[in-house]
């Protein structure tokens, strides 16, 4: 399961010095396979691993003392080994479940720079205490498009998936992949499922088997987080974060192919009615990176797009595309079919994620009487490019072309269920919806 973050590491790992490497992300993710086997297996003689969610009793290596020469003694020998510091990864998964392993990592990044220390967390947005400056850290996502493809075992596709081919042949394969992904989501089990037999996914060749694996590995996911919300939830009602869990998905359904609505506070909680009643669920489900919000827009957008925002006016989407349309009970025919009236939220939320995870977020939109942009993206060089979402082959784009008139700005992108336009067209952009994260080239 290669994912593209291994670069990252790969890079941190031929630093000179370096500061501890922490990969943030939402559980079951795949942060721990990528570092012990992706990356630690591939780059180094051992990863010296301790789980502190499986074996809580580890924390005592840290009770004494957070000196790094005290820490490593006692390593070695709770694991009977020599730590070679040149040629070992020491490897601290589930680091927010030990508090002196956390803090030891100031100690590190202080006294051992040359030491391989990586660590992995499933909640770290709610700790109360961080060794701020002195670890690097990198986040973890469900598996975007690229990352299935690299999943699918396909690599012509993938080479021109990369190379972003606009062929109507190259399409029909891309498209036929997206609505499986939609299906699948980016969990990484449900994909190693998906493509662990078969590469040719149909209605008549195994596929009722298969759907059912993944739609049961979505099941026990979802069942993990809300375990998970009893767990960690503490001063944050746990079964005010399942309530909006599971409201996110039902106020996404609602929208009739059509662009996704600000998040509603009525009837999500009895007699809860306001962001202020809200917000300690909306905020812990987001430090998890269970959920993502977009900031809808209401004027003129301008450079810094925080600028024009409102904390209580956003969308809500789900981490990922599989788990939404499990918890909607969408079935893989469905995806398939591409008719019923829901999935313009799905593409939606698809670009969301996409975004999310090539570093832009938070996201933005921008609505004015009638008319909305799904999205909003800044490049570097402080342009704002708007972004319309089409689920289909319709490229009609009232709203566009209102913005248009509003604003004139220097280039539009529309992301849709075509081949897309010519790759000279520099103006009025159309991109197939799979090429969302390509909106970071612009």
Same mark, same amino acid.
Request: hydrophobic fraction near 40%; charged fraction near 25%.
């Given at each position: 399961?290669?994912?593209?973050?291994?670069?990252?590491?790969?890079?941190?790992?031929?630093?000179?010095?370096?500061?501890?490497?922490?990969?943030?992300?939402?559980?079951?993710?795949?942060?721990?396979?990528?570092?012990?086997?992706?990356?630690?297996?591939?780059?180094?003689?051992?990863?010296?691993?301790?789980?502190?969610?499986?074996? %809580?009793?580890?924390?005592?290596?840290?009770?004494?003392?957070?000196?790094?020469?005290?820490? /490593?003694?006692?390593?070695? &020998?709770? &694991?009977?080994?020599?730590?070679?510091?040149?040629?070992?990864?020491?490897?601290?998964?589930?680091?927010?479940?030990?508090?002196?392993?956390?803090?030891?990592?100031?100690?590190?990044?202080?006294?051992? %720079?040359?030491?391989?220390?990586?660590?992995?967390?499933?909640?770290?947005?709610?700790?109360?205490?961080?060794?701020?400056?002195?670890? #690097?850290?990198?986040?973890? +996502? %469900?598996?975007?498009?690229?990352?299935?493809?690299?999943?699918?075992?396909? !690599?012509?596709?993938?080479?021109?998936?990369?190379?972003?081919?606009?062929?109507?042949?190259?399409?029909?394969?891309?498209?036929?992949?997206? &609505?499986?992904?939609? +299906?699948?989501?980016?969990? !990484?089990?449900?994909?190693?499922?998906?493509?662990?037999?078969?590469?040719?996914?149909?209605?008549?060749?195994?596929?009722?088997?298969?759907?059912?694996?993944?739609?049961?590995?979505?099941?026990?996911?979802?069942?993990?987080?809300?375990?998970?919300?009893?767990?960690?939830?503490?001063?944050?009602?746990?079964?005010?974060?399942?309530?909006?869990?599971?409201?996110? !998905?039902?106020?996404?359904?609602?929208?009739?192919?059509?662009?996704?609505?600000?998040?509603?506070?009525?009837?999500?909680? =009895?007699?809860?009615?306001?962001? /202020?009643?809200?917000?300690?669920?909306? #905020?812990?489900?987001?430090?998890?990176?269970?959920?993502?919000?977009?900031?809808?827009?209401?004027?003129?957008?301008?450079?810094? &797009?925080?600028?024009?925002?409102?904390?209580?006016?956003?969308?809500?989407?789900?981490?990922?595309?599989?788990?939404?349309?499990?918890?909607?009970?969408?079935?893989?025919?469905?995806?398939?079919?591409?008719?019923?009236?829901?999935?313009?939220?799905?593409?939606?939320?698809?670009?969301?994620?996409? /975004?999310?995870?090539?570093?832009?977020?938070?996201?933005?939109?921008? =609505?004015?009487?009638?008319?909305?942009?799904? +999205?909003?993206?800044?490049?570097?060089?402080?342009?704002?490019?708007?972004?319309?979402?089409?689920?289909?082959?319709?490229?009609?784009?009232?709203?566009?072309?209102?913005?248009?008139?509003?604003?004139?700005?220097?280039?539009?992108?529309?992301?849709?269920?075509?081949?897309?336009?010519?790759?000279? #067209?520099?103006?009025?952009?159309?991109?197939?919806?799979?090429?969302?994260?390509?909106?970071?080239?612009?």
């Amino acid at each position: 399961m290669e994912r593209l973050l291994t670069k990252h590491l790969t890079n941190w790992k031929q630093k000179s010095e370096r500061k501890p490497l922490l990969i943030d992300g939402a559980r079951q993710v795949g942060k721990s396979f990528l570092i012990e086997y992706e990356f630690g297996r591939q780059q180094f003689n051992r990863v010296l691993k301790l789980d502190f969610l499986a074996n %809580p009793k580890l924390s005592q290596l840290f009770a004494d003392s957070l000196i790094p020469a005290d820490i /490593l003694l006692n390593i070695e &020998l709770e &694991l009977g080994v020599d730590i070679d510091a040149s040629t070992d990864l020491i490897f601290f998964d589930e680091i927010g479940e030990c508090p002196g392993a956390l803090r030891s990592l100031k100690f590190f990044a202080e006294q051992r %720079p040359d030491l391989y220390l990586c660590a992995s967390g499933s909640n770290i947005g709610l700790l109360d205490s961080f060794p701020v400056g002195k670890v #690097e850290i990198l986040e973890l +996502f %469900p598996m975007t498009f690229e990352e299935f493809l690299m999943a699918s075992d396909s !690599p012509k596709i993938l080479q021109l998936f990369r190379e972003g081919r606009q062929l109507q042949a190259v399409h029909n394969k891309l498209w036929n992949l997206l &609505l499986d992904y939609y +299906f699948v989501g980016g969990m !990484p089990e449900a994909v190693s499922a998906w493509f662990g037999k078969h590469h040719a996914p149909d209605l008549t060749s195994g596929i009722n088997e298969r759907c059912a694996t993944v739609r049961s590995i979505h099941g026990e996911l979802i069942a993990g987080y809300l375990r998970d919300f009893g767990k960690y939830s503490g001063k944050t009602n746990a079964q005010h974060i399942e309530r909006v869990f599971h409201n996110v !998905p039902l106020q996404l359904s609602k929208n009739i192919d059509t662009s996704v609505k600000r998040y509603r506070f009525n009837d999500v909680i =009895e007699k809860k009615r306001s962001y /202020l009643d809200l917000s300690g669920p909306i #905020e812990w489900l987001e430090k998890t990176k269970l959920i993502s919000r977009c900031y809808p827009i209401q004027c003129e957008p301008q450079s810094p &797009l925080a600028a024009y925002r409102k904390e209580n006016f956003f969308k809500l989407f789900l981490s990922d595309i599989g788990l939404l349309g499990y918890m909607l009970d969408i079935s893989y025919q469905e995806h398939r079919q591409q008719n019923l009236e829901y999935k313009g939220y799905l593409a939606e939320n698809f670009v969301q994620n996409e /975004l999310r995870a090539s570093g832009y977020y938070p996201t933005y939109s921008w =609505e004015f009487r009638q008319a909305e942009i799904e +999205f909003l993206f800044k490049t570097p060089a402080g342009e704002i490019v708007p972004v319309e979402v089409k689920s289909g082959r319709r490229t009609q784009a009232k709203s566009l072309r209102s913005y248009k008139e509003r604003y004139n700005p220097g280039r539009t992108v529309k992301l849709a269920g075509t081949v897309g336009s010519s790759e000279a #067209e520099k103006t009025d952009i159309v991109w197939p919806l799979y090429y969302a994260a390509r909106l970071r080239t612009l």
